[in-house]
């Protein structure tokens, strides 16, 4: 077994692959906002693209639902030679479980930020990638599934052990607003999303409703339920219409993609904006802690972006082996997502090189340095003034960073 570590500039990207069968583990945003002198090839999507023609079984596996763990799925065939289009299809298409007493509850929370996030924000990316991903991954893999601990993940002869996430758990106890957990902030955002029906005279918790409702059924389809994934075709149908309804919706509110309006915005949309930036945090720290995490025996630890309160309780249940061959690092690197209880490792892998505001914590650094590992940094270090604490208090890297300044780096493991 192998492990390619992909240079994706803004986000994650990891390839597990064994002679017969291989497992793409997210694949990095597209060049958004990173300016225009970005190519394909600054993203390894080429590399990644000949590697699925090449015929091979191929499974992916998205850890969570931000965009840059998978918007480039979604961009894969837009500036390369394209990727699902000629290859066989995926095989199965792995999600985080986000289910919860048959219900599909984040659906909601995307429903609502869809309609109410201004054009060209991260609230708008964030509720807008969920519903073009869906349809990608019924087009593309023939098998979608939500995984979560306990689950296992076959590769060639291999299993890959889940041990997040645990949806009780992650949906009712982890704070994601103040001291609340999501279900007692989503209440709270229902709520407040009520209130806010009068600016647009009522059509605004109707065509949520109708959003919300297509999202839960398409997501009940991976659930591997056979029932409810027969359905999929025809969720997808009402997610496709659903989505119309809510566009014209937006384009009453924020005008069409030419003339989009832009900060400052009209007093009438201010209490839409307002909510916007609540219901996004809310769901975005959600997401992280609705996150896949797994391993591989003592050699590999992936725990997506997992917040430091659910690598402190896997630590605590004695799920973590003791050291690490390789475990890759949440969020980055950054500070705000490092627990003490991060096992110790040979290599780190950052996946850092777009993140002015939450760089590479050089506190991270400083405290798993001493235990004698390598840092396996994609990008960071082509700007690290900009991406790496560390480098600016220095003025130069961390002795043990280790540069990838080719679109991979491979690791035998």
């Known amino acids: 077994m192998k492990l390619q570590v992909k240079r994706v500039r803004f986000g994650d990207c990891a390839v597990l692959e064994g002679r017969r069968a291989r497992l793409i583990v997210d694949c990095g945003s597209d060049n958004q906002s990173l300016g225009k002198d970005l190519s394909a090839q600054d993203f390894a999507y080429s590399a990644i693209a000949a590697q699925v023609n090449d015929h091979i079984p191929t499974d992916i596996l998205i850890s969570h639902l931000h965009t ?15 990727l699902f289009a000629q290859a066989p299809p995926v095989g199965t298409a792995y999600l985080p479980w986000t289910i919860l007493g ?36 019924r087009r593309e893999a023939v098998h979608q599934r939500m995984l979560q601990a306990g689950e296992e993940i076959p590769l060639e002869r291999n299993m890959l052990e889940i041990l997040w996430p645990e949806a009780e758990h992650a949906l009712s106890s982890l704070p994601v607003w103040g001291q609340a957990g999501f279900l007692a902030a989503d209440r709270e955002m229902a709520a407040a999303f009520s209130a806010l029906a009068g600016q647009t005279d009522g059509r605004l918790p109707e065509e949520a409703l109708r959003l919300a409702g297509a999202l839960e059924r398409c997501l009940l389809a991976s659930s591997g339920e056979p029932l409810l994934e027969a359905g999929r075709p025809a969720a997808l149908e009402e997610l496709s219409y659903a989505r119309a309804q809510a566009d014209r919706l937006r384009q009453d509110l924020w005008g069409g993609p030419a003339e989009a309006l832009r900060p400052p915005y009209p007093p009438r949309l201010l209490p839409l904006v307002r909510f916007a930036a609540r219901q996004y945090h809310v769901l975005a720290k959600t997401v992280n802690a609705c996150g896949i995490v797994f391993q591989w025996k003592d050699r590999l630890l992936f725990p997506g972006d997992a917040p430091p309160a659910v690598i402190s309780y896997l630590g605590k249940k004695g799920r973590f082996h003791s050291r690490y061959q390789v475990v890759k690092l949440p969020h980055h690197g950054t ?34 340095s001493p235990t004698g590992c390598g840092f396996l940094c994609t990008d960071a270090h082509q700007a690290p003034e900009k991406y790496c604490e560390y480098y600016r208090a220095q003025r130069h890297c961390h002795p043990a960073c280790i540069p990838i300044t080719d679109p991979q780096q491979v690791v035998p493991l």
């Open 68 to 82: 840059d763990h998978y918007r480039g799925f979604l961009n894969l065939g837009k500036d390369v030679p394209p």
């Open 102 to 137: 048959g219900r599909a509850v984040l659906s909601a929370a995307y429903a609502r930020l869809y309609l109410t996030a201004p054009p060209r924000t991260l609230a708008h990316e964030l509720a807008r990638g969920l519903a073009d991903l869906l349809p990608t991954l």
């Open 335 to 368: 500070r705000r997502y490092f627990s003490s209880a991060l096992p110790p490792a040979g290599q780190y892998i950052i996946s850092n090189g777009g993140y002015c505001r939450r760089a590479v914590g050089k506190p991270v650094l400083d405290a798993l």
